[in-house]
């Protein structure tokens, strides 16, 4: 079972200089721009199996509950979470196919 | 219709009906006055006081009634934030708190405070190290929930209010869903609970503060509850939630190593039963009657209004259901699946058969939902 702590300490007012995150590309975007969770999760389990294994498909969501579910999704369902793209409105998840 | 939502609140226990008729005969006068019938109201509540304090492991005089949990929250952390401010500003919660902690928490962030939130791990559970470090030699007040109420996780009390005594910072432990469930277990400066979590009226709620806790009102005066709470005290209602407690808790005993098999066995079941299900909460250190798990690619409401549907009364953390669109602060901080969200919690007397049942409809309700949506599998 991963017991590995999550979020460290948080101290509020937290000094906001978030680091520029990047990641590899991805080669095939879904867009589940406006729809709720979780059919963001829904349309990455359906099409996951667009690309290749080792590569990488990102889902571009912004219903909140998607910067949960889709790490969770990638640990119960044994793929990757590679990294969190912040888009102008909501994120793109990359997620690396394993098998 | 069989109910599996006694996390939200427990059927009124007949124990406190039978005392709620009582008091309402002999406990209607105001127990502050000195006549008669006012005396007799009095005795009433401080009996009833007297009862929930020896359960809770405290003194009549540190236990006061308050209308709900919730004020009993705002209070106790208000309260002790006011009365330590030259102490300092600097306030501790668990991530998984109940939202009235941070709520009050929150509240005291925009009037200057600062605020130190402890993560959890997978389960649900604080690190007891990580929060001993949280605390600061201006850190006011502590708060840290007995157990949680979205996965039933126990929280280390026993070691952060070890940690908080060394680092001399007073700890309010929310105890609202294990009170009269499991033992209390002691070293808090501050203690609230729920009656209605536990068989009693709704509009009970306990607050207890320490005697050697420093502690002040944040609201206007009153004379009431040692002038802790505001307002008329509903007698009636309070002796009937002492009468529930007692009750309650003796059947506890008993019924609570029961419940938890029943809970072992929807913890063991519903993932081979139904694909893509993940059972949350820490399986030991639980809450002997709550389970929460989430169902890949469902709707928490839909499997909810599914499930009511087939005569089962439960409960959901999913965002859907909430009145805010954000998903449950509980399973974002644990990086748990966010919707798909039943959490079934037993209430006293629920009979196996019910979970036999419960366990044999859910495997069709995921599926249908999950054809509705289009997923394959």
């Known amino acids: ?99 | 219709m069989a109910y599996f939502d006694a996390a939200s609140t427990e059927p009124l226990h007949p124990a406190a009906r039978e005392a709620l008729l009582g008091a309402l005969e002999g406990g209607w006068a105001d127990p502050q006055r000195l006549y008669g019938s006012a005396r007799r109201s009095r005795m009433l509540l401080e009996r009833a006081r007297a009862q929930v304090a020896a359960a809770f492991g405290a003194r009549a005089d540190e236990t006061s009634f308050t209308s709900s949990g919730t004020q009993a929250i705002h209070l106790g952390v208000l309260g002790t934030l006011h009365a330590r401010r030259r102490a300092g500003r600097h306030l501790v919660v668990g991530a998984v708190e109940h939202s009235s902690v941070l709520h009050a928490a929150g509240r005291h962030e925009r009037e200057g405070g600062t605020v130190t939130t402890v993560g959890v791990d997978r389960t649900g559970r604080v690190d007891p190290e990580e929060f001993a470090a949280a605390l600061r030699p201006d850190t006011a007040l502590a708060c840290l929930q007995s157990a949680n109420h979205e996965v039933g996780t126990l929280q280390p009390v026993a070691e952060v209010a070890e940690a908080c005594r060394a680092a001399r910072v007073p700890l309010l432990v929310d105890a609202a869903q294990s009170a009269g469930r499991a033992p209390i277990l002691g070293g808090w400066s501050l203690l609230t609970a729920s009656a209605h979590k536990w068989g009693g009226p709704p509009g009970v709620g306990v607050l207890v503060v320490r005697k050697n806790t420093r502690w002040r009102s944040p609201l206007p005066e009153d004379e009431r509850e040692s002038r802790r709470v505001p307002g008329f005290e509903n007698v009636p209602a309070i002796v009937a939630a002492a009468a529930a407690l007692e009750a309650y808790g003796a059947e506890m005993e008993l019924d609570a190593p029961r419940l938890s098999a029943l809970v072992d066995l929807i913890r063991e079941r519903a993932p081979r039963l139904v694909e893509d299900v993940e059972v949350i909460g820490h399986p030991v250190e639980r809450l002997p009657h709550l389970v929460t798990f989430s169902c890949l690619y469902v709707e928490g409401e839909a499997l909810l209004t599914e499930l009511d549907r087939l005569g089962f009364e439960v409960s959901s953390g999913s965002s859907c259901t909430a009145d805010t669109l954000r998903p449950s602060h509980v399973l974002e901080a644990m990086g748990v699946i966010t919707h798909g969200n039943v959490r079934v919690s037993l209430s006293r007397g629920t009979r196996a058969a019910d979970v036999d049942r419960f366990l044999a409809v859910l495997p069709g309700a995921v599926r249908r939902l999950r054809q509705t949506s289009g997923v394959t599998g």
């Open chain 1, 1 to 99: 079972m991963g017991l590995k702590r999550r979020r460290a300490v948080r101290e509020t007012p937290a000094p906001e200089t978030p680091p520029v995150i990047t990641g590899p590309r991805a080669l095939v975007t879904i867009d589940a721009l406006g729809r709720k969770c979780p059919i963001p999760i829904i349309m990455l389990a359906e099409r996951i199996g667009e690309v290749p294994v080792g590569e990488i498909i990102a889902v571009k969501a912004d219903d909140v509950a998607a910067r949960t579910d889709v790490p969770a999704w990638c640990r119960m369902k044994s793929q990757d979470f590679v990294w969190e793209e912040t888009l102008p409105r909501g994120w793109a998840f990359h997620v690396r196919r394993n098998y």
